[in-house]
């Protein structure tokens, strides 16, 4: 006989994004991106009152991570700059690179920005209603490009895990900043593969 998990719902607020009953709250603060932001003297600046920059409200933390299970959560990132960038998550590729994810945009405007190891660039916009594949072997971020909440949901095999290592020390082959009030996405003069 398998071992079963017992099915279950969880309401997400489409006003937020938020899961009210998400048995675990990630709480990600600037001091937990340090070195991400292009610009270190913007973020220096702004770490004394260290922001909140994003939520990810876990439905399944006790999945188990075992091939075929998957898990969801929601991420909600709030709006904002550090200097020109906007806040974005810290981004990873998956420790099990072979795992997809489904993401599904629920509120406000974002980047669903994508890179593979020998530095590919795929950048897709997540409004509400928006269902993205990040494929096999992609590193991927999220980006808040608008003025209120970005939220989205995302679906995942439990045992993708997590490699924040090469983006930390790496970051993306592009930034996506805001030069004369308006979005652009431009080269990351420090990336080199
Ligand atoms: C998402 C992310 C979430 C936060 O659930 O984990 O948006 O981003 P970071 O994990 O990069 O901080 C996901 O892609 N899970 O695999
Ligand atoms: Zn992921």
Redesign the pocket.
């Known amino acids: 006989m398998p071992e079963y998990i017992t099915p279950f719902t969880r309401q997400v607020d489409l006003q937020n994004g938020t899961i009210p009953t998400a048995p675990l709250v ?1 709480k ?1 603060y600037l001091s937990d991106l340090k070195g991400l932001f292009h610009d270190a003297a913007a973020e220096a600046a702004m770490m004394a009152a260290n922001p909140l920059l ?1 939520e ?1 409200h876990e439905a399944s933390p006790d999945i188990p991570m075992d091939d075929g299970q998957l898990r969801y ?1 929601t ?1 909600v990132i709030f709006p904002g700059k550090v200097g020109d960038e906007y806040f974005f ?4 590729y ?1 420790a099990n690179g072979s795992r997809a ?1 489904i ?1 599904y945009g629920l509120v406000g405007e974002g980047l669903l920005i994508m890179q593979t190891r020998e530095g590919e660039v795929n950048i897709q916009r997540m409004t509400p209603g928006v269902a993205a594949l ?1 494929p096999p072997y992609w590193g ?3 980006i808040n490009i608008g003025t209120g909440n970005f939220a ?1 949901l ?1 679906v ?1 095999p439990a045992d ?1 895990g ?1 490699d ?1 290592g090469a983006i930390a020390e790496k970051g993306f082959a592009s930034l996506v900043v805001e030069r004369a009030g308006k979005m652009e996405v431009i080269p990351n003069p420090l990336w080199q593969r």
Do not use: L, P, W
């Open positions: 990630h990600r994003y990810v959560s991420t998550t810290k981004g990873h998956h994810e993401y990040v991927h971020r999220t989205f995302a995942y993708a997590y924040y």
